[in-house]
């Protein structure tokens, strides 16, 4: 390589116009860079230029670019006619169509186009580096190059490095990156790469919730939003992103990783593919759309307190005080017996276990037993769960109970493991598989998350707040009730937990 990325006079080449080339045009040319474009569509091109043009022009309307900044920016892009007109390109970005084989017969023309030391980048999310590589004559100048859409507001860049790629090409892109105005992180090639493959963890989880009935979209979504801090709720990330498009990624990801169960997809997902409930572009999904507006009903009052007394499980001591508190706060009338009265409401506060199993530990009458989701705050959401065969009676005075200052709250059905608990506890565990397999670093992890996702957390940050015990043990816990592998604890979690160490330290 004789030009350096910061070099003045650097020249990217970019293959594909659609949204994704673009978006990378245009923060190549802000970024300085001289650009080709070139789309096998000659019309998608100039389209492609004039959609960059006016996009510049609103960053001068709004402030956010100096006029002569725009101006100079537009002047350094180029539509080229054919391909061969990236002879002389330091560096080609390919974003064409997410299929395999398209993009290797596009990368073996480039061979035979670009002299032997440029760097050739996919900004695939899907496809594997390697197998892109895998057919070239230079497999090591290639690496991923992974935009987020939409490229100009989202500042995250995966570099991707294959087996066989060199250092010197990852050490380009990264440099590149920088100079383009993004942030980039350096990964290993894995299906899913980084970000696509903890966002799984949000989006599954939730389906699988669905699926055994444990509760409603709406409500999985309010919990999700309101107690866990997440600006969207998974399904509602569903109806954006498509499930013509998140569902078969999913399946991708899955058969990639030869069936680990983490990955595993819903049936439920798949049957709605199938019935064409896709999102918020077809006006159907999980929820209902008008004019792009999501149809919402008002979440229902909920029923007087019927000021009976209630009896809280002691099996642990620190969480037992805080909804203490909040049952002071709520000015509730406290059964202080060793064990709950007859006509009580039993409360438990279980992690990782269901209300089932919680009140056969702590001793009390199913019939008149309530658990209450301690892991999350509980001054925004109060999530209860009820056991199969729990008076409706109760049911309703724990609600009218929690709902006393204002605060809302959602009653769902017996689960090992409440929903945000079995949600976040996903989150979190498939980021420390991603650290567990070195390919990629604790703390890129955790900023290529947040800014690819705008998760409130990391996934091993979001570990750390809730405490990597308390993780582990709710993990444990699903696993051994249900028996599925997707729950076991990855020794990276184990590991740090049982050291009391954060989830965000390195190996030494």
């Known amino acids: 390589m004789t030009i350096e990325a910061t070099d003045k006079n650097l020249t990217v080449g970019i293959i594909g116009a659609g949204a994704m080339g673009r978006g990378i045009a245009q923060v190549a040319a802000t970024g300085g860079c001289r650009v ?36 100079a920016a537009k002047t350094r892009i180029e539509v080229i006619e054919t391909m061969a007109g990236y002879a002389g390109c330091h560096v080609l970005i390919e974003a064409a169509v997410e299929n395999l084989a398209i993009k290797q017969k596009i990368f073996s023309e480039l061979e035979s186009i670009v002299d032997d030391q440029v760097i050739l980048a996919s900004n695939t999310s899907s496809l594997s580096i390697t197998t892109i590589a895998g057919l070239c004559k230079h497999p090591g100048r290639i690496a991923g190059f992974h935009f987020f859409n939409p490229v100009p507001l989202m500042k995250l860049v995966e570099v991707i490095r294959g087996v066989l790629t060199e250092t010197r090409v990852t050490d380009f892109l990264m440099a590149l990156a920088i100079r383009m105005g993004r942030v980039p992180v350096s990964v290993a090639d894995a299906p899913g790469f980084l970000v696509n493959q903890v966002g799984r963890g949000y ?25 866990a801090g997440f ?129 056969l530990e702590a001793g009390t009458d199913p019939r008149h037993t309530v658990a209450l989701d301690t892991l999350l705050p509980l001054d925004r959401r109060r999530t209860l769960m009820k056991t199969p065969v729990t008076d409706p009676a109760f049911v309703k005075s724990a609600q009218g109970l929690f709902t006393g200052d204002g605060t809302p709250v959602t009653v769902i ?17 498939i980021g420390c ?76």
């Open 203 to 227: 989006t599954i989880e939730a389906a699988h919730l669905l699926g055994e009935g444990v509760s409603d979209v709406v409500s999985i979504d309010r919990i999700m939003r309101d107690a």
């Open 231 to 359: 600006r969207m709720g998974p399904f509602e990330l569903l109806d954006l992103t498509a499930l013509d498009v998140s569902h078969p990624a999913t399946d991708l990801i899955y058969q990639q990783h030869y069936h680990e169960p983490r990955y595993r997809p819903s049936t439920l997902m798949n049957n709605r593919l199938q019935a064409g409930l896709l999102g918020q572009k077809t006006g159907r999904g999980f929820y209902a759309y008008e004019d792009s507006q999501q149809q919402l009903a008002d979440e229902p009052s909920a029923p007087d307190y019927d000021g009976r007394a209630v009896w809280l499980n002691p099996s642990d001591p620190e969480r037992r005080t805080a909804v203490l508190e909040v049952l002071k706060k709520l000015n509730a009338t406290i059964d202080d017996g060793d064990e709950p009265g007859d006509r009580s409401l039993a409360l438990v506060l279980p992690l990782g276990i269901d209300a089932t199993t919680a009140a």
């Open 433 to 508: 598989s991603v650290a567990q397999s070195g390919a990629a670093t604790p703390a890129d992890i955790d900023r290529a998350v947040t800014l690819g996702l705008g998760y409130p957390f990391g996934p091993l940050a979001f570990g750390d707040a809730l405490g990597p015990d308390r993780i582990l043990q709710i993990l444990i816990s699903i696993f051994e009730i249900t028996g599925d592998p997707r729950y076991r604890p990855t020794l990276w979690l184990r590991r740090r937990a049982l050291l009391g160490l954060s989830l965000l330290t390195p190996e030494t």
């Open 413 to 429: 059905r017996d689960s090992a493991g409440f929903v945000g608990q079995r949600i976040i506890a996903m989150i979190v565990n």
């Open 36 to 71: 080709r474009l070139f789309d096998t569509n000659p019309g998608s091109s100039k389209e492609a230029v004039d959609f960059i043009a006016a996009m510049l022009d609103r960053a001068v309307q709004k402030g956010r670019m100096d006029s002569g900044a725009a101006t």
